[in-house]
């Protein structure tokens, strides 16, 4: 089990095998959308801001190849297991190859999987090259992520570990709607609305906006619009 609850995309149409990760995955804490149509898994992840990826290579509407292809075409820094019968030396060089950080051929154990999606997250750490940015900036809102600072058109914006949190996900999506659970980690209740209402003031004298989503979750965006994330 991971130390940290993640978001994932699975991307999987054989039914019983797609349903059986999800439920194990949600047992251990995370959240987990499954999505069997390839070409419709791409949109999604256009749109949502996930921590990691399980890609199985024989889709409908788009291959498990294709998508790994656009994910780093776009440049979007999510790990990524693809989970195929196809177990062939080739197809395993070729799937690495175009970014993938690993190969699960089927038949696997649930555990197995889990462990490879820790060692992907450990290599991530260890390189820079999964995860966490260590600076986001979004207009004029600026993150330090090891550090945990915020600024704000230059100026040192205070905040308490929660906004952090909250501000966090919300910059990394880059103007892109974040779920309301995804928001909400271990808090409850009403914390997510109680963030939000004391962020809003301080950040939009600056121009930076949290739209709500009614009945999904938030979204940064700049007065305007916009969304200028880097």
């Given amino acids: 089990m991971h ?15 797609g349903d059986g990760i999800a439920d194990f ?19 999604l992840l256009q749109q949502e801001r996930f921590d990691f990826a399980l890609i199985d290579v024989g889709l409908p509407g788009l291959s498990g190849y294709e998508i790994v292809r656009r994910i780093h075409g776009r ?15 080739d197809d395993r060089i070729y799937g690495l190859d175009l970014g993938a950080d690993d190969y ?19 290599r991530g750490r260890n390189t820079g090259t999964a995860g966490t940015p260590s600076s986001i900036r979004f207009g004029p809102l600026a993150l330090d992520t090891e550090g945990r600072l915020a600024s704000l058109d230059g100026q040192p914006l205070s905040i308490t570990s929660r906004e952090w949190d909250l501000l966090e996900a919300l910059a990394t999506a880059g103007g892109r709607t974040v779920p309301k659970e995804r ?12 963030y939000v209402s004391r962020l809003r003031p301080r950040l939009e004298p600056a121009g930076v906006l949290i739209r709500t989503v009614r009945g999904f979750g938030y979204r940064l965006e700049l007065e305007g619009g916009r969304s200028d994330a880097a």
């Fill in 104 to 122: 699960l051929p089927k038949p696997f154990e649930l555990p197995e999987l889990t462990a490879r999606m820790r060692a992907v997250l450990r």
């Fill in 75 to 89: 440049g979007q820094n999510l790990p990524v297991i693809l989970i195929t019968a196809r177990d062939a030396l």
């Fill in 183 to 194: 928001l909400q980690s271990n808090a409850s209740g009403n914390a997510v609305e109680v």
């Fill in 25 to 43: 995955l949600r047992g251990q804490g995370d959240t987990v959308i499954l999505e069997r149509n390839g070409l419709q898994a791409d949109r």
């Fill in 3 to 17: 130390s940290t609850f993640m978001h994932i995309l699975l991307i999987e149409d054989d039914s019983e095998l």
